[in-house]
């Protein structure tokens, strides 16, 4: 294993390039209050990456804005520590991703390729963990932070990634296809990109982000949709539902996000598709349909304008936002299913509805 120290305070290193290794271990010893960062590190060969984020006196913090391998060998980074750590940054795909890999990737004709990648593993770091990854990368998303580009018959994608926050106030963006999130008992801020993806939050008073994206992940109406939050304690909860979880063409079978544990306190954010507080409970117009895009169309029918309809069906309750005046839901309408309640009932603020309990 080739082992890696930055021990400084107050430090901004331009990048490394470390060459056919099979593994590396990386210590940031933060020796005062300010900061230490690496702007990149280049590895090929190796196959596993781990992090230590050390801290001499509170109130500083490491970084790592890309972690970028060039074979295509790259599986498991792991991060542990007590002092602040990032990895990535909010931008374009190819400079913001945290992690990239096969950058050196040169196909004769167009290709897709699958990321090595399959797990960021945070779980054991104790400070603040802010990570941004999985969004795909393309020639035309710019350089990646060596000054690099990627070939331009290159897509690079991270299907199924796999984010670890830890038990600090973590940040983490996972724009992957597929990708799960999950964290501690923190106060978290998870991000999904990506359509299909998953995020799991503890015991903190968290907020869960769907078809938004900080990493220029191309979020228009039905390209997130499908994503799982399961929430710890959702009575102080929030999530908040952008452009990309909208519901795009497929008005027959319609998409959704779907929510696990949600509980009374928990506010839904639907300020990306209205700006109404208008919330009616449309269980009358609903209850006779014989399907749920049914049921759907009937409860915006009923409410006749903009705002959040809602209604139970089959064990499970449904939220409708929409901005529009309607017989049935249109693209540019959001869908949250509630598993397993029936009888939370819901008031509306400017776009953003909260549930109560009975």
Known sequence: MTTLVIENDDIDLNGITLLDISSLAVTFDETGTHFNVLDFLVLSGATSVSIASNVATSGGSNALPQLAETDNALTTVTIKGAEKFVLGAT???????????????????AKTIASSLELIDGH??????????????????????????????ATITYTGLKIEGGKGNDVIENDA???????????????????????????????????????????????????????????????????????GSNTTNIGATTVHDAAGGLQINFTSVTA???AVDENAAAVGATTLTLAENAAVDAMAGKGVAYFA?????????TNNTETAVSS???????????????????????????
């Open 313 to 321: 069906y089959k064990g499970s309750e449904y939220l409708v936002a």
């Open 124 to 153: 054991d770091t104790t400070g603040t963990l802010i990570i941004y990854a999985g969004a795909s990368n393309t020639s035309g998303a710019g350089d990646f932070a060596n000054g690099a580009s990627l070939n331009a018959n």
């Open 177 to 247: 296809n597929k990708g799960i999130v999950t964290d501690g008992n923190g106060i978290d801020t998870v991000i999904l990109g990506g359509a299909g993806a998953t995020a799991t939050v503890g015991t903190g008073t968290d907020t869960v982000v769907v078809g938004v994206s900080g990493l220029g992940t191309t979020e228009t109406a039905g390209s997130a949709l499908g994503d799982n939050v399961t929430f710890g304690v959702a009575a102080k909860d929030v999530l908040i539902v952008g452009a990309g979880a909208e519901v």
């Open 276 to 278: 109404s507080g208008n």
């Open 91 to 109: 931008g374009t795909s190819n400079v913001g991703d945290g992690v990239v890999t096969d950058i050196d990737a040169a196909p004769k004709s």
């Open 332 to 358: 540019s309408d959001a869908v949250v299913k509630l598993v397993g309640v029936t009888d939370l009932t819901v008031t509306g603020v400017e776009g953003v509805v909260t549930l109560h309990a009975p």
